[in-house]
């Protein structure tokens, strides 16, 4: 038990003094750019249509939804965690800071949603998001977030290794905290997310309707 106390404590210690800024950071573009970017698309209703139609298409190429209609937990938890994951990984090419990428992405993919919602009137907009998303999307869209900024902390690093020799940056540490930051922090959060989403969130989207 103390060594789970302790692990924990060193995640919570990482995350304060390392991974904070770029988090909050980070939310607050995903934010703006999904404002931004539904708006812009009110005005694109053709582009709309077709994005939405291939967001479905990849929603549906997944194993996601199971042979009655709904959503699989455990289809949408690996699909998640395999988007945290590549999220992280991403970061270990310097220089190019891909896992920002991946926030634009999603910020997209959620504009166009909501853009689509808009449009059709099938919902409003402000009930999809408070019923629809926030549920598990608080849990799903922070360890989301988290693996993003884990992303750009490691590429940040490997960017001030290469330019500094003498930086006394100790990669292995790093990552050591990276990775029970996954394991304590983000498949917890996945997990939860995943259940919220399968079980809860299709009752309470009755209330957006």
């Known amino acids: 038990m103390n060594f789970i106390k302790e692990q924990y404590f060193q ?13 909050i ?3 607050f573009v995903f934010l703006g750019v999904s404002v931004l970017l539904y708006f812009v698309l009110l005005e694109h209703q053709e ?3 077709a994005l939405f139609k291939q967001f479905t298409e990849a929603i549906l190429s997944k194993d996601i939804l199971g042979a009655d209609g709904r959503i699989s937990s455990g289809g949408l938890f690996f699909n998640n965690l395999q988007a945290t ?19 634009l992405v999603n910020a997209g993919s959620l504009s166009v949603v909501f853009a689509m919602i808009k449009m059709t009137g099938a919902a409003s907009v402000g ?11 608080i849990f799903e869209l922070t360890a989301l977030f988290l693996g993003i900024s884990l992303g750009f902390y490691i590429c ?3 960017c001030i290794i290469v330019c500094k020799s003498n930086s006394g940056i100790r990669l292995k540490d790093e990552l050591i905290n990276v990775l029970r930051t996954y394991l304590l922090i983000i498949v917890p959060l996945l997990i939860i997310a995943a259940l919220i989403e399968s079980y809860l969130t299709p009752l309470l989207i009755n209330f957006a309707i």
Request: charged letters at 10%; aromatic letters at 16%.
């Open 127 to 137: 009930k999809m998001i408070i019923f629809g998303i926030l549920p598990h999307g």
């Open 156 to 158: 940040k690093t490997l």
């Open 85 to 103: 994951t590549i999220s992280i990984l991403l970061g270990f090419m310097p220089f190019l800071f891909l896992p920002v990428w991946v926030m």
């Open 11 to 23: 995640v919570g210690k990482f995350l304060r003094s390392k991974i904070l800024w770029i988090f």
């Open 25 to 27: 950071i980070l939310s």
């Open 47 to 49: 582009m709309v249509v």
